[in-house]
């Protein structure tokens, strides 16, 4: 992370593992997951990463397991947190706290490492495609108040996803549904809307 690098970044940073990654479970947007004493020295790593960067803000997940990995980092960065509901993790409904093995394709729209239905939901959940809709809003009112200093975005596997293909132009349709591991820091750079997204 270079300090010279003027250009606006948004610094994405996915939780440290939690008890339910940990158990393998449907996290989603249900309470109830912390992070385990292995995702806390994860997060505290993110920290350090982060502290090379010029950061003015942390965004992050009301949700506990980035709620908690957001504090350790704003510990280290002496910056205040700031909640954000459009990033939490994608709502999975009924599915929550069952084993990610039981979430068929039919289910999360994903196969493998595609998309294959952005508009499948979950009994009580929510499509791929309201997710991406969300996100990309977020990342339309990041790049509305850019500054020159970055933010770091505490937030879930899922929305980092979504992020990444918004900011690449990508429509969810096409993603690639890559790995993105706990505490994981991705760059992202302030996007421009090249992508429509209809409501």
């Not at 942390?58 to 980092?73: F, G, M, Q, V």
């Not at 929550?96 to 093995?101: C, S, T």
């Amino acid at each position: 992370m270079s300090e010279q690098d003027e250009k606006p970044t948004l610094w994405f940073v996915r939780h440290g593992e939690s008890t339910w990654n940990a158990s393998g479970l449907v996290q989603g947007q249900a309470e109830g997951s912390v992070l385990t004493a292995r995702g806390r020295r994860e997060a505290a790593r993110a920290a350090e990463q982060l502290g090379r960067a010029r950061v003015s803000a942390i965004w992050t997940s009301d949700l506990e397991r980035a709620h908690e990995t957001a504090a350790i980092i704003g510990h280290v960065l002496h910056l205040p947190l700031r909640y954000e509901r459009a990033l939490r993790e994608r709502n999975f409904g009924t599915a929550e706290g069952r084993p990610l093995r039981e979430l068929s394709t039919a289910v999360s729209g994903i196969e493998g490492d595609r998309v294959v239905d952005a508009d499948v939901r979950p009994p009580e959940g929510e499509s791929l495609r309201a997710l991406y809709r969300r996100v990309a809003s977020f990342m339309d009112d990041a790049a509305a108040g850019a500054s020159d200093s970055a933010v770091v975005v505490v937030t879930h596997g899922g929305v980092i996803r979504m992020a990444q293909a918004y900011a690449e132009g990508i429509g969810v349709e096409a993603m690639v549904w890559g790995l993105v591991p706990n505490a994981s820091v991705w760059n992202l750079s302030r996007p421009r809307p090249v992508v429509t997204v209809t409501q």
